[in-house]
């Protein structure tokens, strides 16, 4: 059974970077055709699509906050990790790791979550 856990600090700074990683269990993430998501939900933005990190390796992110984001793996350990850089206290979001067959971007195709984690900017 496929399993997804987010882990990282729960409390971040203004303007420092935001760290989250993913541990994949019952699959791996070099499982041709899947991506894996990294997906935020806020009160005010909803459902956000971050970016997500093909079977691959290929990175792919969300154009409003490429400039701040990039996604890795560690295939050793079967995890992929985010990071967010200059973060604000709009970044404050429940975070989700995800995972998708075949694309990479719709929300409402991703069929495997993490619990989420949830991640506040502030002083």
């Known amino acids: 059974q496929l399993q997804l856990r987010e882990s990282g600090p729960g409390l971040v700074k203004p303007s420092q970077t935001l760290s989250l990683t993913c541990t994949v269990s019952g699959g791996s993430i070099t499982t041709n055709s899947y991506y894996w998501g990294w997906i935020r939900q806020s009160p005010v933005k909803g459902l956000e699509w971050m970016g997500s990190?093909?079977?691959?390796?290929?990175?792919y992110y969300n154009p409003d906050i490429k400039s701040r984001t990039s996604i890795s793996r560690d295939t050793s350990k079967n995890q992929f990790t985010l990071q967010l850089s200059s973060v604000s206290p709009e970044d404050t979001a429940v975070y989700y790791c995800?995972?998708?067959?075949?694309?990479?971007?719709?929300?409402?195709?991703?069929?495997?979550w993490g619990q989420g984690t949830q991640v506040t900017v502030s002083s």
């Open positions: 990190i093909a079977y691959g390796g290929g990175t």
């Open positions: 995800a995972r998708v067959f075949g694309q990479y971007a719709d929300v409402a195709r991703f069929e495997s």
